[in-house]
Antibody, heavy 121, light 107 residues
């Protein structure tokens, strides 16, 4: 079955950096677009970033553009989110999510369990 | 950005009740809409996509309808496991946006 396992979350000071990883199994990773979605404590869902199946197309929410970078390693079934210049408002649980079908649909079919990022001094 | 507005923000209902949640998109999004269910401490789960297509494995008591600007999620007969928070999401254009959520509570 499909599994997505995030890691790399933790506590970081404002202005700091973190790199999140999401390791996938149970499907042909290299055929699917992947996304990062976050949820601040007690709040709603916010889409953060997208990467096409081959890594050649990426897009970001305005709130993270220029600070976050999404990438993937299809040989190791992993998608990454490099987060720089972190702000307190980036505090959230970060989920990676698999697109519904091979051609990107922007529907988030499978989700990981999430990893908590806390930005605080 | 496309604004997604859900109503109500919370609703109380009993097991066996029929419940409808509404999502309004501004501007319109054709049928590019999904519904998710989220339980406390868990990741969201996809229920419906393309406004009315039931995701495989989702009980048939869930249904979705609408197009353009107005959409509904209906649960025909509430079960104990349905008490959760529900989010709509537009997939029409960047940036992808979600509604603020509707919390479904036990009466």
């Amino acid at each position: 079955q499909v599994q997505l396992v995030e890691s790399g979350g933790g506590v970081v000071q404002p202005g700091g950096s973190l790199r999140l990883s999401c390791t996938a199994s149970g499907f042909t990773f290299s055929s699917y677009a992947m996304h990062w979605v976050r949820q601040a404590p007690g709040k709603g869902l916010e889409w953060v970033a997208f990467i096409r199946y081959d890594g050649n197309n990426k897009n970001y929410a305005d709130s993270v553009k220029g600070r976050f970078a999404i990438s993937r390693d299809n040989s190791n079934n992993t998608v990454f989110l490099q987060m720089n210049s972190l702000k307190t408002e980036d505090t959230a649980v970060y989920y990676c999510a698999k697109d519904l079908i091979g051609t990107v649909t922007w529907y988030f079919h499978h989700w990981g369990q999430g990893t908590l990022v806390t930005v605080s001094s | 950005d496309i604004q997604m507005t859900q109503s109500p923000s919370s609703v109380s209902a009993s097991v066996g009740d029929r419940v409808t949640i509404t999502c309004r998109a501004s501007p319109g999004i054709r049928s590019w809409l999904a519904w998710y269910q989220q339980k406390p401490g868990k990741a969201p789960e996809l229920l419906i996509y393309a406004a009315s297509t039931l995701q495989s494995g989702v009980p048939s008591r869930f249904s979705g309808s609408g197009s353009g600007t107005d959409f509904t999620l209906t649960i025909s007969s509430l079960q104990p496991e349905d008490f959760a928070t529900y989010f709509c999401q537009q997939a029409n254009s960047f940036p992808i946006t979600f509604g603020q959520g509707t919390r479904l509570e036990i009466k």
